[in-house]
């Protein structure tokens, strides 16, 4: 059913995690740093963090590091990347081996908040075709184009109270910055929502949350719209 490439890039990823996870185990944690952590995470983050549309990895500079702490464990322990549709989020959970434990998930997280947002996504591929994945949920319908004025009314009427005027998110409610992430990446995380395929998992609290406001966007025009305004906020 799937690409035979995102089979290969599953393995790939899964193996080096193995082999990175082995070689650098006999160092302590706490001689670890976030920086040399992060170097593993560059094939698919970007080096400076600001994502790869290539690889699907989003931005990670720009979110918080509560926001990121917690998306870790969940794409370790399930309560995300749980269904087989969702392959950028399996080859996610494949990667997490290698951030080791709760003394490295938190100083990583917290170097990769510091780093600097907003830089241009890597690209280390000939070409625009940005997916190596066939699945309706590889984006949007070409011909739907966003129309930021009418998504404004449905941010500031709904998302507005979890994520903030400007887009920064809210760590009470669970709610990351959507700030720096990419039309594409931000698409499909809704699209997760409103089918179940993230925020469905029965112990994801906050995620159930953002999957009911996700079911408001009842077509994908929808869709298009509010990420068209979040993109300019
Ligand atoms: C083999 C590629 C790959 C590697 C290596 C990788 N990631 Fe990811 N990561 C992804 C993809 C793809 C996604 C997007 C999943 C989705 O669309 O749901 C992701 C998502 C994330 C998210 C969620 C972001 C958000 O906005 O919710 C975090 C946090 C993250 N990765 C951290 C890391 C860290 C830290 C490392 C290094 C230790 C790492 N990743 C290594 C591919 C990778
Ligand atoms: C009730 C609070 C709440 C409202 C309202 C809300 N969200 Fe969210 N949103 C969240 C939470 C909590 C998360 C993180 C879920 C998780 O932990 O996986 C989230 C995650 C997201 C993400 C994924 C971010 C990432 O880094 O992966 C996007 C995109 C998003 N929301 C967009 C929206 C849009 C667009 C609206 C309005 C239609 C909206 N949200 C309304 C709480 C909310």
């Given at each position: 059913m799937y690409p035979l490439r995102s089979l290969l890039i599953l393995f790939f990823s899964f193996s080096a995690a193995q082999a990175f996870a082995q070689s650098e185990w006999e160092t302590p944690n706490e001689q670890v740093t976030g920086e040399e952590l992060y170097v593993a995470c560059t094939f698919c983050h970007g080096l400076e963090a600001q994502g790869n549309d290539r690889r699907d990895g989003p931005a990670l500079a720009g979110l918080q590091a509560w926001y990121i702490e917690k998306q870790i464990y969940n794409f370790r322990n399930g309560l995300r990347a749980y269904s087989e549709e969702d392959i950028p989020g399996k080859i996610m959970h494949g990667s997490t081996p290698m951030i080791r434990d709760e003394f490295t998930i938190k100083s990583i997280s917290e170097y990769i908040a510091g780093l600097e947002p907003g830089l241009p996504m890597a690209r280390n591929a000939v070409g625009d075709r940005p997916f190596v994945w066939d699945s309706p949920y590889a984006g949007l319908d070409e011909s739907i184009v966003g129309d930021a004025a009418a998504g404004a009314s449905t941010y500031n009427g709904?998302?507005?109270?979890?994520?903030g005027a400007e887009g920064s998110g809210n760590e009470a409610l669970g709610a990351g910055s959507l700030?720096?992430?990419s039309g594409m990446y931000m698409e499909r995380q809704l699209m997760y929502f409103r089918d179940g395929?993230?925020?469905?998992?029965?112990?994801d609290v906050t995620g159930q949350q953002m999957a009911a406001m996700a079911k408001?966007?009842?077509t994908d025009q929808a869709i298009a719209d509010v990420v068209a305004y979040i993109l300019e906020l």
């Open positions: 709904i998302c507005m109270i979890c994520h700030k720096y992430l395929i993230r925020g469905a998992h029965p112990e408001t966007l009842t």
